[in-house]
């Protein structure tokens, strides 16, 4: 028998960095990413900035988002999940949105 756990996210972390300079084109990132193949693997990203909201036009930014239990314990997102967001295109360009809605890279508009 087997047996489903259904966890539901207590508290999302929404995180931002520049990618400005290490993201070269649209054609270098695969938008399938999740897992061991998200964009935060694909750009080489270590570490965030601290939880630093200020953007600058014209600069692109990758944004995650890290989903938590009510113990704190980091859920693993995998593909059978969908996170929906809603960017207010009026200031973000996105570039990519992958498979699962986790990680977004933008371009900042002269809004």
């Known amino acids: 028998m087997t047996s489903i756990n259904v966890v539901e996210p207590f508290r999302i972390n929404l995180e931002i960095i520049d990618i400005t300079s290490i993201y070269t084109d649209k054609k270098s ?3 399938k990413g ?4 998200s964009f935060q693997n694909q750009l080489k990203i270590k570490e965030w900035d601290n939880g ?3 953007v ?3 600069k ?8 938590f239990d009510e ?4 859920i693993t997102l995998t593909n059978n999940i969908e996170i929906s967001n809603q960017i207010d295109m009026k200031y973000f360009d996105v570039l990519h949105k992958n498979q699962i809605g986790s990680e977004v890279i933008v371009k900042i508009k002269n809004g």
């Open 29 to 31: 990132i695969d938008d």
């Open 34 to 37: 999740v897992g061991l193949n």
């Open 52 to 54: 630093e909201w200020i």
């Open 56 to 58: 600058v036009v014209h």
């Open 60 to 67: 692109v930014y990758l944004i995650k988002a890290f989903l």
């Open 71 to 74: 113990n704190n314990q980091k």
